[in-house]
DNA sequence: GCCGTTTTCGGCCCGACTGTTTTCAGTCG
C-alpha cells in the first residue's frame, strides 16, 4: 500500500533530520505528515487523482510534491540524498529505548560505532561509560536497551493489552486511596495493536498508589517510578504507565493520556488560539493561569463548543471538525448488537453444539445467531459435504421450533475457491438463511486476482457477507492486497455485506477499511468467528473496529431484528 | 515544513523522569 510506503518515508527522513539536528519543527512537520497519511481510509493515489492532497493536515506544496514523486517514480530524490548523509548504524540506534538522536551522534563519533552488535560489546566492555555526560547507569540503560530489541517487543494484540490491563485496574481498584481509575492511550482508544499499556488513576495518596502498583505480582521490572509517574515492565514484558493525578484534573488527565497526539495537539492548537493552555492538570487562562476546567472530559469538550468525542475517534482524522459541526456519528454499541454473525459449530471445527450456542446468545442478550459452519472443501476444518450441511439445516429448523428468545439462522462459511466459485451448488445454497463466503487459499494470487474472486462471489445472488477479506493474521500474516474501492463498489452494487472479523488476530475489515465503507454506505456485520463459548467475548473488539470506523447502526446488519435481516437476504434474492 | 480571528512571517503542545549535574539536557509520550 502506498500509504504506509510514503509514511515509513517521511518518519525516516524525520529520524535523519534529528541525527542532523535540523529545525525540531521542520522535523515534526514529517512526522505529523507521516500520521496523517497512516490513518488516511483509502488510498493516498485518490487524494492525488482529486487534487487534494494539500487539504489534509500537515500536508503543504513540498509534501505534496513529494507524494507525488513518490508515486510517479517510486522515490524521493531528497530523501535518497539525505539517507547518504548519515551511517545506518545512527538510525539503528534510535530504535533502543533510552537512545535519542544525540547519544546515538555521541556514541557514533566517539567510539566509532558501525554496527549495534559493536555497541553491544563496547557497553559490556565498559567503553561507553566515561564518555561525556555519561557513566554507568547510561551505560547500563544501552544494554537494557539493546536486550529489548533483541527480544523484539513490538506491539501487543489488542485483546493481550485489555486483559492485561483489566487484571491491573482490578488489583489496583482494591487499595483504598485509588477514587478513580481508567485505562488510557491507546488502549481506550481501542487501536488493533497496542504498543504499551497506560492506566490513570485519581488520588490524594499518591505515593502509596505508586508503591502498591510497582510491588504488583505480575511485575518483572521497575522502569521509572516518580511521584505522578511510574513505568514498569511486567514478566511478560509488557511496559505498563501508571500516572496519578487529583481528582480534579481526571477529565484533562483522562483526555490527554488517551490521546491521540495528533488529536491532543489540534485541541491544543484550539485553546491557544483562544488564550487557553490546556495540559494533563486542566484548562487554563494563560493569562493569570486561572484554571477554567478539567475534571472531567466533557466540560473541556464543551468549552469548546463540541459534544464529547467518543475515545475511538480521537485520531484527528476529521473528527474534531465533525464535533464543530455537530456532525460527529453516532457510534454504534455493544448494547445494540442482537446477533453474531459468524459461528462454528461441533459439526466443523468448533467444539459447541446448537443448544450450547443458544444459551451462550442468550446470556448475551442477543435475539439470534448465525450458525457458520466451513464449507466442504476446508477438509483441515471439518468443513461439511452438502449431505452433511442438508441435515444441519434440518438441525436446526428443529431446534427452532422448540427455542423462543433465541433464534438460529442457517448459514455457512462458503469457501470462493481458486477461480472464484463456491464450494457449494446454487440449489444447496438457496437452502441457506444466509451465506458467508470467504478465501481460505490461493493467498498468493495477484491484487487483481483476488479482487476479481471476492468479486464473483457477490456477484452471487445467495452471496450476502464477505468474511475477513484481507487474510491477515496480526502479527502472523500480512493481509493480501486487494482493490478496495471496487469491492466496495460491486457490494453496493450487489446488496452484499462486509464483514467486521471479531477474532482479535484479524480485525478484518480494518478500522481504516471501516471508515471507507462506512463513508461509501456500505452495510458490515461483525463475526467473532467463535469455536469456543470464551470466544464470543471477541464481540468488544469487533465493535471497537466499528467505532474506529465511524461505523453507526444503521450500517451494521447486527442491529437489525431477525425479520429485516431476512428482508436484507430476499432483496438480493429477488434482483 | 506547515499555517493563518495574533500572522504570508514567525510562530509552532506541554510536562515528567532519569542521569548527570549542581541547574539541566536528553528522552519519552
Redesign the pocket.
Same mark, same amino acid.
Given at each position: 500500500m502506498n500509504n504506509s510506503k510514503i509514511a515509513e518515508i517521511f518518519n525516516k527522513m524525520a529520524d535523519i533530520l534529528e541525527i542532523e539536528e535540523e529545525? &525540531?519543527?521542520?522535523i515534526?512537520?514529517?512526522r505529523?505528515?507521516a500520521q496523517t497519511i497512516e490513518n488516511l481510509s483509502g488510498d493516498i493515489l485518490q487524494y492525488v487523482k482529486e487534487d487534494s492532497l494539500?487539504k489534509? &493536515?500537515?500536508?503543504?506544496?513540498?509534501?505534496?510534491s513529494k507524494i507525488k514523486e513518490f508515486l510517479k517514480t517510486g522515490k524521493i530524490v531528497?530523501y535518497e540524498k539525505l539517507k547518504k548523509k548519515v551511517k545506518p548504524v545512527l538510525l539503528d540506534m534510535?530504535d533502543? &529505548?533510552?537512545?535519542?538522536?544525540? %547519544?546515538? /551522534?555521541?556514541l557514533y563519533e566517539r567510539l566509532k560505532i558501525r554496527s549495534l552488535a559493536e555497541l553491544h560489546a563496547k557497553a559490556r566492555a565498559h567503553k561507553i561509560?566515561g564518555l561525556?555526560?555519561?557513566?554507568?547507569?547510561?551505560?547500563? @540503560?544501552i544494554l537494557k536497551?539493546l536486550d529489548f530489541l533483541k527480544k523484539d517487543i513490538g506491539r501487543m494484540r489488542l485483546d493481550v493489552a485489555f486483559i492485561t490491563a483489566q487484571y491491573i485496574v482490578s488489583e489496583l481498584k482494591k487499595l483504598p486511596e485509588v477514587i478513580e481509575i481508567s485505562p488510557a492511550?491507546s488502549l481506550r482508544r481501542m487501536k488493533e495493536t497496542i /504498543?504499551?499499556i497506560?492506566i490513570l488513576v485519581t488520588s490524594k495518596e499518591n505515593e502509596k498508589v505508586m508503591d502498591a502498583f510497582v510491588k504488583l505480582p505480575n511485575v518483572g521490572n521497575?522502569?521509572?517510578?516518580?511521584? %505522578?509517574?511510574?513505568?514498569i515492565l511486567t514478566k511478560n514484558n509488557i511496559?505498563v504507565?501508571l500516572?496519578v493525578v487529583s481528582p480534579d484534573s481526571y477529565g484533562a488527565a483522562l483526555m490527554?493520556?488517551t490521546?491521540s497526539?495528533a488529536h @491532543?495537539?489540534r485541541m /491544543?492548537?484550539m485553546?491557544?488560539?483562544?488564550?487557553l493552555?490546556?495540559?494533563?492538570?486542566g484548562v487554563?487562562r494563560?493569562k493569570g493561569n486561572k484554571k477554567i476546567a478539567g475534571k472531567n472530559e466533557s466540560e473541556i469538550f464543551s468549552l469548546f463548543n463540541m459534544p464529547y468525542i467518543e475515545p475511538e475517534l480521537r485520531e484527528n482524522t476529521g473528527e474534531i471538525e465533525m464535533a464543530l459541526h455537530g456532525k460527529l456519528p453516532k457510534l454504534v454499541e455493544l448494547k445494540d448488537i442482537k446477533c453474531d454473525f459468524h459461528v462454528h459449530t461441533e459439526d466443523s471445527d468448533g467444539v459447541l453444539s446448537l443448544e450450547e450456542i443458544a444459551k451462550i446468545a442468550k446470556k448475551k442478550g442477543y435475539k439470534y445467531v448465525i450458525i457458520s459452519d466451513h464449507s466442504v472443501s476446508l477438509k483441515i476444518a471439518g468443513g461439511l459435504s452438502e449431505k452433511r450441511l442438508l441435515n444441519e439445516i434440518e438441525n436446526i429448523r428443529n431446534f427452532n421450533r422448540n427455542s423462543k428468545d433465541i433464534k438460529l439462522l442457517a448459514g455457512s462459511e462458503v469457501d470462493i475457491l481458486e477461480d472464484g466459485s463456491l464450494d457449494y451448488s446454487n440449489v444447496i445454497l438457496e437452502k441457506l438463511d444466509f451465506v458467508i463466503a470467504a478465501i481460505h487459499s490461493g493467498f498468493r494470487q495477484s491484487k487483481d486476482k483476488l479482487t476479481t474472486r471476492i468479486v464473483k462471489a457477490m456477484k452471487n445472488r445467495y452471496v450476502n457477507l464477505i468474511a475477513h477479506p484481507s487474510g491477515r493474521l496480526i502479527g502472523q500474516r500480512t493481509a493480501y492486497e486487494l482493490d478496495y474501492e471496487r469491492i466496495f463498489s460491486v457490494a453496493k452494487e450487489t446488496g452484499t455485506a462486509v464483514e467486521i472479523n471479531a477474532y482479535p488476530e484479524r480485525l478484518d475489515l480494518t478500522d481504516v477499511n471501516c471508515k471507507r465503507a462506512h463513508e461509501l454506505g456500505i452495510k458490515l456485520a461483525i463475526g467473532t468467528d467463535a469455536h469456543l463459548e470464551g470466544q464470543f467475548d471477541n464481540m468488544i473488539y469487533g465493535v471497537s473496529v466499528a467505532k474506529r470506523g465511524w461505523v453507526e447502526k444503521k450500517d451494521l446488519l447486527n442491529c437489525l431484528t431477525v425479520e429485516e435481516l431476512k428482508e436484507f437476504v430476499e432483496c438480493k434474492r429477488r434482483c
Open positions: 529545525n &525540531p519543527f521542520r515534526r512537520a514529517y505529523r505528515a494539500v489534509l &493536515p500537515g500536508i503543504g506544496e513540498d509534501l505534496a531528497s534510535l533502543i &529505548p533510552g537512545v535519542g538522536p544525540k %547519544t546515538a /551522534r555521541l561509560s561525556p555526560g555519561v557513566k554507568d547507569k547510561t551505560e547500563e @540503560n536497551g492511550g /504498543r504499551d497506560d521497575i522502569i521509572a517510578k516518580g511521584a %505522578t509517574k511510574s513505568s511496559q504507565d500516572r490527554y493520556f490521546g497526539k @491532543n495537539i /491544543r492548537e485553546a491557544s488560539k483562544m488564550g493552555k490546556i495540559n494533563e492538570y487554563f494563560v
